[in-house]
């Protein structure tokens, strides 16, 4: 920097060289050049450079830059990258040597070398696409999502992305489908008997279908869904085309959507299911479970009985002419003995008469 007469400064760059004068002596000899405003364009520059590379290492994803070389070398991480996945830059130079593909999963290392040979055919620089993968970390795979974009700047052509971290998610979203998948194997151990399991929301008049076994649980289910996963829709529309006229009125009684929200005891009941060749007989079981929100559901299950009923009504038919048989028994038995004592007395009373 030099002064000027007002006594600012100006920044300079001299270009010179040393020479010798016509009496032998050594001198400079130079040009200068007033670079005010390049130092000052420069400095704007930087202080723009500063202000961005301190938003990418405080965004809440981990950015990265790669060039489209094989592998896809790294030409930038920031530090939120690194502690997303718990490396060092030097791990990640002598680990994965460096190159984005090395650090996915064997099943996902192709999806960089399709999106840019995608983006480039079609989209070209600019184009922003989410891509979702599993990335090596210390403690194991990752899943993230990458927002990645192909980028041209000069000459080169690289792409950057910014992950997001949402491995806790899938594995509380694998641990629920785990326990839903390990509750739909118990009701089907438990409900083995019933060819149709339904869950109804009392407070929503929703149904939600756990178990739907052979014909007789396809038919319910359709009737479901006809009826909008209704329960008010579909105990009226079952009962008229399904259950006989001796049974559907209590059925429609029974099982309606009043009944169930004021019922607080676990009950059943059996109806008559109509069919071509004649009536089947199905047993309703209807349990109550209290949800972790306070609402209350029913869970219905309903199966066959009619081989039980038919063979509670043999034995009770049974019973009855047993019960016929020994009756007639017993009154045989009773002529006889009255008969015996009819014709025991009358040779006493002679015998008698004689003393």
Known sequence: RMPRKDGSWFWTVDKGKVIQTEDGKLAIISACYDMTSFVERHKKLEEKNMLSQ???????GGYHRCSLEVGNPFLYISDRFLTILGWTREEIKTKFHNKFDNMLHPDDRN???DYTARILDTCGHGFTQDQIYLLLGKDGYHWVTD??????????TFFQGNITDFTDFVKA??????????QREIIEGLGKE??????????KDRVLSYRESGENGKIISDFCRKCGNRWSKIIPSYAEMMVSDNTNGEFEKQLGLETLRSQEEDYSMTYEFKLETGINYHQVRVAFVKKKDGTRMAVVGTRNIDSLIKKERMQEEKLKKAYVAAENANKAKTEFLNNMSHDIRTP????????
């Open 147 to 156: 927002a990645t974009t192909l980028v041209k700047s000069g000459n080169q």
């Open 194 to 203: 019933y060819f149709s399991v339904l869950a109804v929301e009392l407070d």
């Open 173 to 182: 979203k694998e641990k629920k489908e785990q326990e839903i998948e390990l």
């Open 54 to 60: 301190a938003t990418i290492d405080n965004i809440p």
């Open 111 to 113: 999806l960089s070398t």
């Open 348 to 355: 006493m009373n002679v015998i008698l008469g004689y003393n």
